[in-house]
């Protein structure tokens, strides 16, 4: 039998009990449609401004930074498959197996060096950091 | 190694030159330039060739190293010189001097560029005149497209931006058909040759191994080819209709490269016809060209003496001359005898030092008036006698005065195409041209009696006084030549007879 | 070491087959594969389904009351266990409001993504005693790319709201979960190389080996005893994962009220909060599976369940216990934290454990 | 022969040290982040592409790569994956010259950019990339290479980022590049689909034996693959139809990155195309299955595209925009190399090469010239050209040399190549081609006069000020003209190279 | 249990067709690059089906290759659309036209 039925039928079935559960809600619930309740919950307030808020650029930085080394462990998972029949037989060296891996991995973390000794990992930058930076160039 | 030496000497003094810093720049191109003309006048001296380059002759100064192979074809460093070239070649070398003498005053604007360019052109020309490999001798002979497209547009007068994109459009469409036409020519070759050296092509085409080419058969490529080759030919000599370039570009070229583009220039072309179209082709392929080529000879020379006629620009009237003269070198050429092609060749040296020796009189008036009108000028006599007097002599050279070198020139060719027997109704064509002479000598002693004699009216007065000794002293030496080749031709004209009989052989007449 | 063959399908017997065994319906070809395999997964979704059910209203509250040195639920049944039922029954019957900003097709599926995600991760978990629905060959790289799902929906649900509070809850959710995926995914990938497969059935079964004979007393070669440093990051990789303590900055109540969850009421609510533990239970189960031996244990192989659940618990456990003892970190170290921490650590760990491993073979 | 052994994989020192300088220059600016020394950074660029370009010459003339009694072979490395042959190490020589003469021109140009490092780490791995794409054997080595000379370019392009030019260049250079990548990528899985093979000679093979039984039933989609390639391709080398992006990405970008990509870029996607057309898809038994001769495509191709570039340059007012039409341009022009392969003579691929090297030179000047323009500040379009030549004497006459090489004047380099192309369309059977040629370069001619006529035959505008000269730009400029004039003597050595290279690949 | 291989070119042919219908009427630049995965990703299902069908893993090899590249190309791809944000306030791809001539 192939596995992939069976995952299927459990993606299935991670569908239907959400919605079951709504239905079932929905049978149970009651309804009171009242203007207020559906305002934005800014704790009791009235909601100012609009949703679609600016926001740090740092969220933006790691997700590229996120994108670069998830696709690298995508790729390096191949390898880590294959690796330990590569190190039994006897066909190559263990260098051999290591090397690319290693350099791969090193050319991805001078990456990440760079990334942070640029700051892009740098979540907050206080104004003495920042006076520091415009002094750096 | 001499040719090797003079182009090397032209090319690393142009490039010095370029460096140089202005002030001194004219005097270092004239110390340069010395250097080549000595040498080419001791080759002159020296010269042991004999024969024609193309046909078998033995070379003087020949040298040939490998370049670039293509395919099947050799490319090759091949220089020689033989009777035909060599005084070209002096001709070059010291018309390069001379101008450069002559630039002192008119230039005075980056002026190491100017020199830098000039030495760059001779150069080239020495090579075109002495490159026996196709591709080395196209190669020069575009260089010298570009610093001349410079030195007009840079240097030239009020119109000169269209007078120099004038110039190089027409001849460089006309290098472009040229050269297609070529190399057809040796892609119909085939095997037969396996260089684009001349003297190779040249023995194929005579053995008669010329295939077809993209479905033309062998004769009628032959003369496509001759056909194209002739048209690009006639753009740069220039003869009627391919000649509106010229007058735009000598009237707006500073004086030195008026000199240089009547003096040398327009000889590339009337020399690649001779070398290529009379006699790389068989006759067979030329007799049904020979009518017409020498209509359009007859042509350019009436046409242009009378649109000479026409001009108030001194400098234009010089201009539409040389067409004229250009007219009497296709003649020659078209005669396919000996003292025709001789003629015609001694005619461009002899042409090269008359024109510019007037354009060199024109420019020392020009300097000092600022106008080349013959309205305006009339009266320079009085003011200035040594340069009036001197442009009156180079107009009589042109008229064909005896004694200088235009009436030998002149006499050469009038004889050998009164005697041709490969042109038909040789000596209408000649009476024709003739007819030319009277109207040369019309409007040069017209335009004489106009400019330089008669009241002085110039509008403004100007301060005009006797030219320095540097913009005379070159004249001098062009009239002592001059006259020193008209006394003797046979001081070059023997040299050409020897290169030009082999032409003559080959060509079974 | 030793040779570990890689389980081709059929070595193990896995419950679609057995259902399809037990009630026949083998026999009706196609169909029947799919109703037993539906069944199947049926059984395992319910299974977990009734865990977070435990875990949610009560488990917690009673391990936060101990730790807390209280009392919490306790009127309804035994030790107040009712309460699971009472909470089903309140949150289900309560009004939904979904706010006027919403933009609804996304803030509608956003709870059915969260849960369904953390459902469908079971299904490659081998939990012992004949359950474990499916065994894909690339069942690790299966798992984590399920899990992963979930910062979907956890997006979707802070931008959906229309809640400036959400969509930063579900802002910092992302960046959480991309700062923390990698170094948990490269420090899993260290088990690979020790197992040299994805199979999750060959990762369990490589660490039934013996890692220490002592006679009386084998301890297995978990990879949680074979690789310690592996299992310590990847624990707290997985806390981040999950957004547990302390790195629950996502619904960080104290500075963005819930977070993601701000707007959501009924059922919806139920369903994010249920998919929270979901995910939980699956990090948990993905713990054990890969570090903790899966459902080995002492006893007969048909204790296996227990024992998963038991260490699947422990884990539970573990983030409850941190949840009370540990402070929340601040947003900007938690990404200092994944990116210049754990990640050069994995990457530490994963060329050491790959020099290790070449040594000894 | 060669005196030192090395070991097989060192034969990819060109790309591994440009690779190597590009990360060397991450660690300096992570070391020392937004430094700014920009002799280190761009010395460090210009001696990395150096050293590049003297070990590819080196191995060129010790006959690594070559056939024969003299040469070791090609160098097949990762099975196959990556080759290194005479080709490969002729194109490595293009892409580290333009990387050489780019990073000494970005000295100056740069200058005052904050992100100097990037620059030219970018710089360096666009050039790893391109050098890559010379030796790449397997389409999935050419999509990553393509793809690693790509994504820098689209960063450098966009580079100067409150320039609202240069984004909008990135972003419309990014738009077409990523819509033409997703064709070619696309193109490859149909490729596969119908051999089942990746690597270009056992693409070959699989397309041999299925013409030769008569069973190769994907004749449909091997054919809409290789059209997809040729899109690809055509966006790399800025060919029609994927050229629209040239013009705007040239113009926007900074100048040394225009000339980058114009000259290094165009022969990186050349180098691909030579290599997946003679090696993987062999033309008769190609044809036979799909129906179709592939030189076709590339007639039509090389004739629109060297029409559409020439007549678009010519209507230009902009400087920069006319050097990147004139680029579509001599994109035909090199099309012809593909073009003419249906005669199954090396010379035709040969002459493209050369004039891929010879441009390597021309262009890249042209374009260090409008660097070396912009530095000054003088303006764009040819009015504000007017008379530099008085100022700038020896920059000036350098771009007369570019230009007139470009067009292909004789006592130039580009009149070599030009020539060959000729011939070698000639020799092709491809008159009509032969002919546009010819036409197109005479009306090239009218505009690459244009400029030189407003350098030198115009007035300068009244106030100008006193014009810098640039170490750096002056430098890669005077070298790019010497060059460019050198190879006109020295021509014999690039055309045996060539003509060898092309051998191989065909035979 | 096999579908046929004619199906997932179809499939993938759609996809692709999708992703190039949205190039050519979307004017918004994330659309774009979503168009543009899309045809990535139908070039993906191709790549992997014909592995499939031809039994070599070749082209699953290149499936990975081409994920990872389409990924660091919307990582350049987004960072030049919000420096084209930045500077033209506007993800348009038809406002920018500074150069037009």
Known sequence: MNDWIAIGALALVGLLIPLGMMAVSYLLRPSVPETSKRATYESGEVPTGGTRIRFNIQYYMVALLFLVFDIETVLLFPWAVVYLDAVESDAVSLFEILAPMVAFVVILLIGLAWAWRNGAVEWAQTTRQVDAEGNRS | MMIEILIGVA?????????????????LAFAISLIPAGLSIWMFSAFDGSGNALLGGDLAFESQAAWITLGAYDITWFVGLDGSSLPLVVLTTILVTLAIVSSWTPIDDRESQFYGLVLFIEANLIGVFAALDFFLWFVFWEAVLIPMYLLIGIWGGPRRKYAAIKFFVYTNVASLLMFGAFIALVFGLGDSVTSFALPEITAAMAAGELGSFYGLGPTTLASAVFVAMFVGFAVKVPIV??????????????????????????????????????????????????????????????????????????????????????????????????????????????????????????????????????TDMSGMADRMPVAVGILIAGAFGY??????????????????????????????????????????????????????FGPYNLETDYEVGRAPLHDVAPMFVLLGLIIALGVAPELIFEMITDAVDPILDGGEL | MSAVTPLQNGDTVLLPERIADLTGLGEFGVAGELLAAFLGAFVIANLMMAMTGVAGPWAKRKITAAFTDRIAVNHLGPAGIFIIVADAVRLLSKENIIPENADRPAYDLAPIVIAGSALLGFAVIPMGSGIHLADPEVGLVFVFAVAGIASIGLVMAGYASGNKYSMLGGLRAVAQNVAYEIPLVVTGMSVVLFAGSLQMGTIVEAQAQPLVDLGVVSIPSWYALVNPFAFVLFLIANFAEVGRNPFDMPEAPAELIAGYQTEYSSVYFVLVYLGEFLHIFLGGAIIATIFLGGPAGPGPAELGIVWF????????????????????????????????????LSFANLALTAAIVGVIA | MAVVELPEWAALAPVLILAGTALALFVFDSINPRSTNRTVLAGTAAIGSLV????????????????????????????????????????????????????????????????????????????????????????????IALELASLPSYALVAILKDNRGSIEAG?????????????????????????GYLQLDAIATQLETGAADGEFAYGGLLGLGILMLIGGFAFKTASVPF????????????????????????????????????????????????????????VILAIV?????????????????????????????????????????????????????????????????????????????FEDYNGLGQRAPVACFALVIFMFSLAGIPPLGGFWSKYFLFTGAIEAGLLVVAAALIVNSALSLYYYSRLVKAVWFEEPPAARDSLGQPTGLYAAIVFAAVMTVVLLPGFGPVVETALDAAAAMIA | MTVGIEYYVLLSMLLFCIGLFGILTRRNALMFLMSVELMVNAANINLIAFAFYHGNLTGQVLALFVMALAAAEVAIGLGIILVLYRNFRDVDVTVPTTMRW
């Not at chain 2, 080529?293 to 020379?301: G, H, L, R, W, Y």
């Open chain 2, 11 to 27: 090319l690393i003094g142009a490039f010095a030159t370029f460096l140089a810093p202005n002030r001194i720049a004219g005097k």
């Open chain 2, 241 to 374: 209709p391919f000649h509106t370039w010229l007058p735009d570009a000598h009237v707006e070229a500073p004086t030195p490269a008026s000199v240089l583009l009547a003096g040398v220039l327009l000889k590339m072309g009337t020399y690649a016809l001779l070398r290529f179209n009379f006699t790389m082709f068989p006759t067979e392929i030329i007799e049904p060209f020979v009518l017409p080529i020498a209509a359009i000879a007859v042509i350019s020379v009436i046409y242009g003496a009378m649109l000479a006629l026409a001009q108030t620009d001194l400098k234009r009237i010089v201009a539409y001359s040389s067409v004229s003269s250009m007219g009497y070198v296709i003649l020659g050429l078209i005669a396919f005898t000996q003292f025709g092609i001789g003629g015609a060749t001694f005619q461009m040296v002899s042409h090269g030092l008359i024109s510019g020796l007037m354009f060199m009189a024109v420019g020392v008036i020009y300097n000092a008036t600022h106008t080349r009108m013959v």
């Open chain 2, 399 to 452: 008229m064909g005065l005896p004694l200088m070198s235009g009436f030998a020139a002149e006499f050469y060719i009038f004889f050998g195409a009164f005697e041709s027997t490969f042109l038909e109704y040789a000596p209408i064509f000649t009476a024709l041209a003739m007819f030319g002479i009277v109207v040369v000598a019309g409007y040069l002693l017209f335009a004489m009696q106009r400019a330089v």
């Open chain 3, 309 to 344: 659940l038991l260490k699947i618990w422990a884990v539970f456990l573990l983030t409850q216990w941190l949840r009370s003892a540990i402070p929340r970190v601040r947003i900007d170290q938690l990404i200092e934290i994944g990116w210049k921490g754990l990640l050069v």
């Open chain 4, 52 to 143: 590049a370009l003297g070990v590819a010459v080196w191995f060129t003339v010790a006959g690594v790569g070559a056939s024969g009694l003299e040469g070791f072979g090609a160098i097949e490395l990762f099975d196959g994956q990556l080759v290194v042959d005479q080709m490969a190490l002729y194109f490595m020589i293009i892409v580290a010259v333009v990387t050489a003469l780019v990073s000494v021109a970005s000295y100056d140009y740069m200058e005052g950019h904050t992100y100097q490092a990037e620059y030219y780490s970018l710089v360096m791995l666009a050039a790893t990339g391109m050098a890559t794409m010379a030796a790449a054997n397997s389409l999935v080595t050419i999509l």
């Open chain 4, 171 to 195: 972003l419309k250079y990014f738009l077409i590049g990523a819509l033409s990548s997703a064709i070619f990528v696309y193109g490859i899985s149909l490729v596969y689909g119908a051999t």
């Open chain 4, 243 to 298: 050229h629209f992006w040239a013009p705007e990405a040239y113009e926007g970008a900074p100048a040394p990155i225009a000339a980058f990509l114009s000259s290094a870029s165009k022969a990186a996607g050349f180098v691909i195309a030579f290599r997946v057309f003679t090696t993987a898809f062999p033309l008769d038994a190609t044809s036979a299955l799909i129906g179709v001769d592939w030189t076709l495509a590339f």
């Open chain 4, 305 to 381: 595209t060297m029409t559409v570039g020439n007549f678009a340059a010519a209507t230009q007012q902009n400087v920069k925009r006319m050097l990147a039409y004139s680029s579509i341009g001599h994109a035909g022009y090199a099309l012809i190399g593909l073009a003419g392969l249906g005669a199954g003579s090396e010379l035709v691929m040969g002459a493209a090469m050369m004039h891929l090297l010879v441009y390597g030179f021309m262009n890249t000047g042209a374009f260090l010239f409008v660097a070396l323009a912009e530095h000054w500040g003088v303006g764009r379009t």
